[in-house]
């Protein structure tokens, strides 16, 4: 079975600094994919970033990247540049790759506040 | 033009009342799913449909049916609607590990009271 854990489940960062969120999983696939996924007010879940198991090298998407350590089965988020549209809650998940089931399984969530 | 769409948004009912949430996606996606957000903001997956067939049934009660007609569209009906169903509905889509860039599609959820 697979578990991701998300060990913060609020933070607050003044605008323009900084921030990094954490996130564990658990797996016992090979290959796999993580994501983190932000869900504003508005309750639309929104891809953020996503990573390749496979791939050695952090994603990044603009101000969103990640530090992917494979073998500690940590995958943490960094915002840098924090804005007041970042607020939002920050799920953490894992999808397994090959066959026919691929399914998200999801961290508890962040609450990311962006102060100004 | 909207890629995952869910009717209704929103959905308030008394118990023991049967109602469905009707998903559409317009990817040309092979996959689709059911996901549960509980009060806690908790998402898990409920159901998974592949070329209208059920591949995903995660130990969801039989009082939750979700039905297929075709490759773009996944219902979800709920008989006998308890307390508890209160949540968020989300449905979503893929494409089935035919390339490694896809991901999950995320309809804008449908909010579930039950009175």
């Known amino acids: 079975a697979q578990t991701v854990t998300q060990s913060q489940p609020e933070m607050s960062v003044q605008e323009a600094e900084t921030v990094t969120l954490s996130c564990t999983y658990d797996?016992?696939?090979?290959?796999?994919?993580l994501f983190w996924y932000k869900q504003p007010p508005s309750r639309q879940m929104i891809l953020v970033i996503r990573q390749e198991a496979y791939k050695q090298q952090n994603a990044t998407e603009n101000r969103f990247s990640v530090n992917f350590q494979k073998a500690a089965k940590s995958f943490s988020l960094k915002i840098s540049d924090s804005q007041l549209g970042d607020t939002a809650m920050y799920f953490c998940?894992?999808?397994?790759?090959?066959?026919?089931?691929?399914?998200?399984?999801f961290g508890k969530g962040t609450l990311l506040t962006v102060n100004p | 033009d909207t890629a995952v769409s869910q009717t209704p948004k929103y959905l308030v009912t008394q118990m023991g009342n049967d109602k469905s949430i009707k998903c559409e996606q317009n990817l040309g996606h092979d996959t689709m799913y059911w996901y549960k957000q509980d009060s806690k903001k908790f998402l898990k997956i409920m159901f998974s449909?592949?070329?209208?067939?059920?591949?995903i049934n995660e130990t969801v009660p039989n009082r939750f049916s979700p039905k297929s007609p075709d490759k773009a569209h996944l219902n979800l009906h709920i008989n006998s609607l308890e307390l508890g169903d209160s949540a968020v509905y989300f449905c979503?889509?893929?494409?089935?590990?035919?390339?490694?860039?896809?991901?999950?599609?995320f309809g804008p959820g449908t909010r579930l009271l039950v009175l």
């Open positions: 449909y592949n070329n209208k067939e059920l591949i």
């Open positions: 998940a894992l999808e397994n790759s090959g066959g026919s089931n691929y399914k998200l399984t």
């Open positions: 979503a889509s893929r494409v089935q590990g035919l390339n490694a860039e896809e991901t999950q599609y």
């Open positions: 797996t016992s696939e090979s290959n796999y994919y």
